[in-house]
């Protein structure tokens, strides 16, 4: 300590640096949080996107192509749907 003081501005400077370092990570964790909201967004919108998508492909087989096709398709998108619904929405084993 008193070889801090035998320099002058050293307490100062260092007490700088801390606010710096200080509002640097607040800026990073600030940053974190919209990068994990953002990324919490995505993780709803793409998957609804998808089963969307695969929905209307199916109809579009089924009206335009095969009927079967497009009903096979149909409920096997319905059925992964509720799958990972019902697996996502249990409780963890043990």
């Known amino acids: 300590m008193i070889a801090y003081r035998q320099v002058p ?4 400077w260092i007490i700088n640096q801390a606010e710096i370092n200080m509002d640097h ?3 990073m964790e ?3 949080a919209d990068v994990q ?3 919490a967004s995505l993780h ?3 998957p609804f ?3 969307l998508v695969l929905i209307v492909a199916s109809v579009v087989l089924g009206l335009f192509a095969n009927p079967w096709v ?3 398709s149909f409920f096997s998108t319905l ?3 509720v799958i990972v619904y019902l697996k996502g929405n249990s409780p963890p084993q043990a």
């Open 49 to 51: 996107l998808l089963v």
């Open 70 to 72: 497009g009903g096979v």
């Open 79 to 81: 059925a992964s749907v």
């Open 37 to 39: 909201r953002m990324d």
């Open 44 to 46: 709803r919108i793409l």
């Open 9 to 12: 501005g050293a307490a100062e």
């Open 25 to 27: 990570t607040r800026a």
């Open 30 to 32: 600030k940053a974190a």
